[in-house]
């Protein structure tokens, strides 16, 4: 629709135009290891409607999708909103994923039994329209990338951009000249297996090696560190919460795993030489 006009050097003004975000609604959906966040958006990216559950992706594809389906269509509902507004879904999970088939290409600790299940296909059967699925640090990297400019021109001051989440795990999306940057077999950005102490004497972590930032760093590590001191934290939502409230033993890790985290990331701007770094996830409202 127009918006307005813009005064030109020579002949008549030229027409602004916006997109008219009330044309119809996108589901959004971010799958975490122990939480989920759901939205109903317009086609501006604004929320219209947002809710935050407990669901544990362990728990398989199968549970998990078929109460997010039901969940969106309670949204849906209590929005006045008829289905047949929805024009798009998209999703992230915390994990490597094959944008192309919308599918977790192989196992991963985190998701066991999301191997091979096509999400895209899934959902968007579900609702009759595309589906678009990404990793969540590469979703976050993108969303970021997306708000430091309303112009293509602006938003490639930040570029390249470096993304960091920490939260339950730790991983990292990158954009680069507008796009996010993709790895072989949607491998990228898996920052929390970096090794950072050696294998003889490091923490086991859950990809089965020593050693790893995420086995030290990560919320899952600094909950079970806690736990082991026997104080309730049962992930990094609660970990972040008691560091916040001042709970010296979780404030002494969570600046421990910052130190960890930030180690790393001097190797990562060394390597990459990023225009901006953002850290996100949970443990990102500590450090």
């Known amino acids: 629709c127009e918006v307005g006009r813009q005064a030109a050097g020579r002949g008549r003004p030229s027409h602004v135009l ?27 990216g604004r929320p219209l409607a947002e809710a935050v559950h407990d669901v544990r992706l362990a728990d398989g594809p199968d549970p998990v999708l078929d109460w997010v389906e039901q ?8 929005a006045g909103i008829a289905e047949h507004r929805v024009l798009g879904v998209g999703v992230c999970v915390p994990g490597p994923v094959d944008v192309r088939e919308g599918c977790v290409p192989h196992h991963t600790p985190g998701m066991p039994g999301w191997q091979g299940m096509s999400l895209s296909a899934r959902l968007g059967t579900a609702f009759g329209v595309p589906c678009v699925v990404d990793n969540d640090a590469n979703a976050m990297a993108f969303g970021e990338y997306m708000t430091l400019g309303t112009t293509a021109a602006e938003r490639s001051l930040s570029s390249p951009l470096l993304f960091v989440k920490t939260s339950t795990g730790i991983g990292a999306g990158m954009v680069v000249d507008g796009a ?48 082991e001191q026997g104080i309730d934290a049962p992930d990094s939502r609660s970990v972040v919460e008691l560091a916040l409230a001042g709970r010296e033993e979780a404030t002494r890790l969570v600046r421990e795993s910052g130190l960890m985290v930030g180690d790393v990331l001097a190797t990562a701007v060394s390597l990459l030489n990023p225009a901006v770094l953002v850290l996100g996830g949970d443990l990102g409202l500590v450090h």
């Open 18 to 44: 916006s997109l008219d975000g009330s044309g119809g609604v996108v589901l959004a959906a971010d799958l975490g290891a122990a939480h989920v966040t759901l939205a109903l958006c317009d086609l501006t």
């Open 71 to 78: 969940r969106w269509r309670e949204m849906l509902e209590a």
């Open 180 to 227: 996010v940057l993709r790895g072989a077999e949607a491998g990228e950005g898996d920052l929390g297996h970096v090794r950072i102490t050696s294998a003889e004497d490091g923490p086991s972590c859950v990809c089965g090696r020593r050693g790893c930032l995420a086995a030290s760093a990560s919320g899952r590590a600094l909950a079970r560190a806690l736990q």
